[in-house]
């Protein structure tokens, strides 16, 4: 089965920076370069929210409204990985970070929804 797992979490101040990784590893017939990958957070007492995603094929990207212009999501097909820089924190962004494989994406799109494989979650904390 397919595994991901994510790394680079930690506390920073808010105004501060991370990068989170996430590594995917699987059995054979696992291509990653095919599958659109996204990011989700969740806050406790909060539902599942949609961060950011990139397609397979044409990488295009989409961010939630609250993450736009201070995100950034990108993919490396030779390392089976993807990242996502998080500039200008805010408290709010304080959450439980998620990667997650899309299997069934179209090679063009980013879906918010139907994601397949998710990693174990990574803390996010942003202090005021």
């Known amino acids: 089965q397919v595994q991901l797992v994510e790394s680079g979490g930690g506390l920073v101040q808010a105004g501060g920076s991370l990068r989170l990784s996430c590594a995917a590893s699987a059995a054979s017939g696992w291509t990653f370069s095919r599958y659109a990958m996204g990011w989700f957070r969740q806050a406790p007492g909060k539902e599942r929210e949609f961060v950011a995603g990139?397609?397979?094929?044409?990488?295009?990207?989409d961010y939630g409204d609250s993450v736009k212009g201070r995100f950034t999501v990108s993919r490396d097909n030779a390392k089976n990985s993807v990242y996502l820089q998080m500039n200008s924190l805010e408290p709010e962004d304080t959450a439980v970070y998620y990667c997650?494989?899309?299997?069934?994406?179209?090679?063009?799109?980013?879906?918010?929804?139907?994601?397949?494989?998710w990693g174990q979650g990574i803390q996010v904390t942003v202090s005021s």
């Open positions: 990139i397609s397979w094929r044409t990488g295009s990207t």
């Open positions: 997650a494989a899309d299997v069934n994406s179209l090679s063009t799109v980013v879906r918010r929804w139907g994601y397949d494989y």
